[in-house]
């Protein structure tokens, strides 16, 4: 753990740093309250995660408890390329999947959700129930229910929609932007593989939807649809 914190400290900027935790919302009351930052990029810190891809998960468990961000993304994407390196070790991928659920609560931040979930959660649930989903979106976790929703990604890009539309529906009137914002992305990379149906889902629910999750879901149907799509 000690090494990984000082080559990433060694990669670290101050004014990295400060944008960062702007950017993050670190201050009283926001989302990111209490967040730390070292000031690393992540494709360093992806750098350093390919070395140490090798790690047991006692250490990995002790990165990701850690206060500082980049060293919770670090442990992260080396788990992300563990499950890649896994392949057809489903034994394997089932405990990086495990492990994954198990420590939710430190993967606090949408970054670090959007980063890990489709290819650890996603990719396990390919060929799987997907109840674990719904039992995330139910989750009092804020970053639960971000998983839940991310997640889908993977299913997305195997053409397969239907946990999508479920989960939107099911957490359409979630109170925080965050969740809105993850549900109109994921809609939205629906539309590169079935533009019907997401208008038709659109125009079902328009009227219900949080107008942040309408725009991110429409923002690249053609103007008059947007416009018409928009409309009260």
Known sequence: MEEIFNELKALASEEKKEVLSYFFKTGKGQYGEDDKFLGVTVPNIRLVSKKHIDLDFKTIREILHSPYHEMRMCALLILVGKMTKAKKDTALQKEIFDFYLSQTKYINNWDLVDLSAPKIVGQYLLDKPRDILY?????????????????????????????????????????????????????????KHNYENLFKFIEKYRHEMPRTMLRYAIEHFPAEQRKYLMGK
């Open 135 to 191: 039992t995330l979106a139910d989750s009092p976790l804020l970053w639960d229910n971000r998983i839940a929703i991310v997640s889908t990604h993977t299913l997305i890009r195997n053409n397969d929609f239907e946990d999508t539309y479920n989960l939107a529906v099911k957490m359409m009137h979630h109170p925080h932007d965050l969740i809105h914002k993850a549900i109109g992305w994921m809609l939205r990379e629906t539309e």
